[in-house]
């Protein structure tokens, strides 16, 4: 006889309110999960990945209805449950992991004052016992000074700890089943590997069951069991880890899969009396006292990529506010096509300005969400080029055009209107109307999924060619680098530690942090992950290897 | 006494407990009943007691024996008017809904009655304050010949009024509807003016402090702290009563100076909300892009950032005029304000407020200063019904 499984979903529809009615979002999916097996969840923003993580707890968010099917915990019916069924399971039986630890803990409370809450409220433990427990958890998911770091507010601690203390508090009362909500997504890579380790850890020796909900495929094949492909609310398949990698059956699927392969020709190598479009040159900066960047240079040409990698906080962005003359640079300059730029963005000529643009990670903000994409595009074309009336308008279409977007239909809209793709797609046609040499493209795809991120890829590479363009491409995504870059700048804590044409940087010898940096890039080999703790030996992945350098 | 409360409470609890234990004996354990807590149920059982005596307290305002009518004459007439009025926001909404352009209709179909009251409301003061001059029987400042001083509102003859006065009139023989009316135009429209001008003040400063930081913020923001330190109805009084002095031997009227004392104290509050509003603008994307762009700080200023914060600077609107034009009325009261004979409520309240003292055994002649206050009060409640509904659309709260 087989084991009852854990958590039964059968045909469950979820819908939510917005305009006035009820729409779909799941459109009866089955989910049956055993004990201590772990599901990854995988699909684009918006498939309902998310939605269908929470109906698993019988919880639905505010504007959302479960309207039909059933979800069975245990043999517990959790739609027909009542309130105090539920609150007895929820947080001692089920528990919830949520993509932003940062805003999901009390900023007011002690990390094990927020750890212990759960125990003590459902009677588990006593608060010493649960204290003792809190550390012993702590320690194995090696957080360092596992007996210290409890008493601590969760603003003293770094992203990724506060990501393994959720982990911790979710495995308090060692729940039977862990929903994990896209846990790594904020993290950086380096950071990304000790986070998931712990968790697969601590997974395997409670033998707790899990639902990894993530929409990035080398991570769920590192965690999952089996995967769940889902696309606008429906189930696209199921299968097996291995299985679902070596050999998925489904059009969609593959097409996921086939992303990470995009790559560009390489190019020959720059001459070298060729002058640089722009070239960064020993340049120092800070805010207020504090030193963010130690003798910076690089130097970009003309028609080529460079992308600047490293961990946040390792001066990319900073890098970029330099040269666009945000941020004056102490010492050093900013050379444009030979000339020396004037430090200060307010000193700048007009052409100056023109020169250099720049397009944004976040295209909710990067727009004026009050202004029709037609008045977006018009107002550089107008502004630099001075365009008026039936002449500005073709421009605006010709350059909506280069983007791939119907003028007639996108001219009017708001940027309220458009997919987070299409926004993106906007903010390059902005920084084109102003007919750049040069392009900042700080983190553009990183709040992209997949798909869509390759196309915004291919859209930036055509533009390349047909304009020969220059991109400064900052990203902490070392498979984008793969796909677009021409050079690679590694920097860390405000340096340079190594530069030069991609094809030496992804080749062995490098400098050791690039090692780390490159090594820790999740694969879609479901045995990487332990293959890697292997190599690293398993009591110093990430902080470890960064302190040996 | 305190038996007697703690009796009712505890009777209360326990017809809270017998309710929840009935409604799930009827639904025999549905997730309604069954999840309900206490409080709930205990909330029902308190609206449903004072539901009762609401309709008995408004029975006995209805009785035939004046002693007992009397006592219940003021809640009488609020049950009616806030039934009255319901009825009066209903209707006015259907009629929003089946009237006007498409935008209109949509935006009464997804109103709260309450709006619609408040919309309406507003659009009959607006009404009479534009057309006072044609509409008033009398003029404000007429003092009618033939007509007897503090006759009282209701129209009967019985009780000392007169049908032709239906609202009474004054202590020197004015028609307190005229004046009403008229009032509208006065007290409405400085307070408008004034809320505007405080806008223009508050909003550019605050904008530009937000856009341009530095020094210039630190010298606004600190003079906006230093007049904002010090009581503001006080302030007031102290410059209108500066103002009264200058006011003649300049030649200018002292309405003028009250606009611009009050225009300044609450373009504080204005300035404080724009500059915080902008600083939360300034620091998107958009605005570094346009920055970097080399645009000028009108575009950023009117382009940029007020599309962005009308709907909170908007809701603020509505809010800032209640206050200025509560500031008008109390000034008036005070005898600094709006000067006789112009016709104005806070005046009318103080000139007449000693009515309020029959309101025991003559509700009818207390009426006469709530008239004013009712005007002020009706206003105040309509604005801030609209400035809720504009603040909840606003927020993008859908439910």
Not at chain 1, 210 to 234: E, P
């Amino acid at each position: 006889m087989t084991e009852e499984p854990l958590l039964k979903m059968r045909g469950v529809k979820l819908e939510g309110r917005s305009d006035e009615k009820w729409n779909p979002i799941i459109n009866g999916v089955d989910l049956t999960l055993a004990r201590g097996e772990v599901l990854g969840l995988i699909g684009e923003s918006g498939a309902g990945k998310s939605t269908l993580g929470l109906a698993a707890m019988g919880y639905t968010r505010d504007g959302v209805r479960i309207s039909d099917g059933s979800v069975e915990f245990d043999g517990i019916d959790l739609l027909k449950a009542s309130a105090a069924v539920k609150r007895e399971l929820l947080g001692k039986r089920i528990a919830y992991v949520a993509q932003s630890a940062a805003a999901s803990f009390n900023p007011a409370h002690k990390l094990m004052d927020q750890h212990c809450e759960g125990p003590v409220q459902h009677g588990v433990m006593g608060r010493a016992e649960s204290e003792q427990d809190g550390i012993e958890l702590y320690r194995k998911l090696r957080l360092p000074n596992p007996e210290q770091i409890g008493f601590r507010y969760p603003h003293q601690v770094s992203g990724g700890q506060l990501q393994r203390c959720m982990t911790a508090m979710a495995m308090s009362c060692r729940p039977d089943l862990i929903i994990f909500d896209e846990p790594t997504t904020a993290l950086d890579v380096t950071t990304q590997i000790e986070v998931l380790a712990s968790i697969r850890d601590i997974v395997e020796q409670f033998n707790t069951a899990a639902i990894y909900i993530t929409h990035d495929l080398a991570v769920v094949a590192q965690m999952a069991d089996r995967i769940k492909v889902l696309l606008k609310g429906d189930e696209v398949e199921t299968a097996d880890t291995r299985t679902m990698l070596s050999a998925p059956t489904q059009e969609y699927t593959k097409s996921l899969w086939a992303v990470r392969s995009f790559e560009r020709p390489l190019k020959p190598a720059v001459l070298t009396s060729a002058v640089p479009v722009v070239s960064v040159q020993n340049v120092d900066a800070s805010y207020g006292i504090v030193p963010v960047l130690h003798d910076v240079s690089f130097d970009m040409y003309e028609g080529r990529t460079v992308a600047v990698v490293g961990e946040s906080g390792s001066g990319k962005s900073t890098a970029a506010r330099c040269i666009t003359g945000l941020l004056p640079p102490k010492m050093g300059q900013i050379l444009v096509d030979g000339q020396v730029m004037p430090a200060d963005y307010r000193k700048r000529s007009k052409d100056q300005l023109r020169q250099v643009q720049m397009i944004y990670q976040m295209a909710d903000t990067a727009l004026n969400p009050r202004m029709s994409i037609g008045q977006i595009i018009a107002r550089p074309v107008e502004f630099y080029l001075g365009l008026k009336g039936a002449e500005k308008r073709k421009k605006v279409d010709a350059l909506l055009e280069q983007i791939e977007l119907e003028p007639t239909e996108y001219y009017n809209r708001l940027p309220s209107e458009l997919s987070g793709g299409q926004k993106q797609r906007i903010g390059i046609a902005r920084a084109l109307a102003a007919e750049p040499k040069f392009i900042i493209c700080d983190e553009v795809t990183s709040a992209l999924d997949q798909l869509v991120a390759e196309g915004i890829l291919r859209l930036l590479a055509r533009l390349q060619d047909q304009l020969s363009l220059s991109y400064m491409f900052i990203t902490h995504d070392l498979a984008t680098v793969k796909a677009i870059a021409d050079e690679v700048v590694v920097m860390k804590d405000g340096r340079v530690v190594e530069q030069g044409p991609k094809q030496e940087m992804f080749q062995p010898p490098h400098h050791p942090y690039t090692d780390l940096l490159l090594s820790s890039v999740p694969e879609m080999d479901p045995d990487w992950l332990t293959n890697l703790l292997e190599e690293r030996g398993v009591d110093n992945i990430g902080d470890a290897a960064v302190g040996k350098m | 006494m305190i038996l007697w409360i703690v009796a009712t409470l505890l009777g209360m609890g326990a017809l809270a407990w017998g309710f929840r234990f009935a409604g799930q004996a009827a639904t025999s354990n549905g997730p309604k009943f069954r999840d309900m807590p206490f409080g709930v149920a205990y909330g029902y059982v308190l609206g449903t007691g004072i539901l009762l005596w609401l309709i008995w307290a408004y029975t006995q305002g209805r009785s035939a024996d004046t002693a007992i009518a009397n006592k219940f004459f003021f809640l009488r007439i609020a049950i009616e008017g806030f039934i009255l009025f319901s009825i009066a926001a209903w209707l006015f909404r259907i009629l929003g809904r089946s009237v006007g352009t498409v935008w209109s209709k949509k935006m009464f179909r997804s109103m709260p009655l309450t709006a619609s009251f408040g919309i309406m409301t507003i659009l009959i003061y607006a009404f009479l304050a534009i057309f006072a001059g044609v509409i008033a029987p009398y003029g404000q400042e007429e003092v009618i010949l033939g007509a007897a001083a503090n006759i009282v509102p209701g129209g009967d003859p019985a009780l000392g009024g007169d049908p032709d006065f239906y609202f009474g009139t004054d202590q020197i023989g004015r028609d307190i509807l005229s004046r009403l009316i008229y009032g509208a135009q006065n007290t409405v429209g400085i307070a408008f003016a004034t809320t505007l001008l405080a806008f223009f003040l508050g909003g550019t400063l605050g904008f530009l402090a937000a856009t341009l930081g530095g020094w210039l913020d630190q010298l606004l923001s600190r003079l906006v702290d230093v007049l904002m330190a010090i009581p503001s109805l006080i302030f007031a009084l102290l410059l209108m009563t500066i103002a009264s002095v200058w006011a003649p031997q300049l030649g200018i009227p002292l309405t003028v100076f009250m606009v611009l004392i009050i225009a300044v104290i609450d373009s504080t509050r204005v300035y404080r909300l724009a500059r915080a509003v902008g600083q939360s603008i300034v620091v998107m994307d958009y605005i570094e892009a346009a920055k970097l762009r080399g645009e000028g700080l009108g575009y950023l200023v009117f382009k940029e950032i007020l599309p962005n914060a009308t709907a909170p600077l908007l809701a603020e609107f509505g809010l800032r005029f209640c206050f200025v034009f509560l500031t008008i009325a109390a000034l008036s009261f005070l005898g600094v304000g709006i000067q006789p004979p112009l016709a104005d409520w806070g005046t009318m309240v103080r000139d007449l407020g000693g009515f309020v003292n029959f309101a025991q055994f003559a509700p009818l002649a207390a009426t006469a200063p709530l008239l004013a206050a009712g005007a002020i009060a009706l206003l105040t409640v309509a604005v801030n019904f609209v400035v809720d509904w504009m603040l909840h659309k606003s927020s993008g709260l859908k439910e």
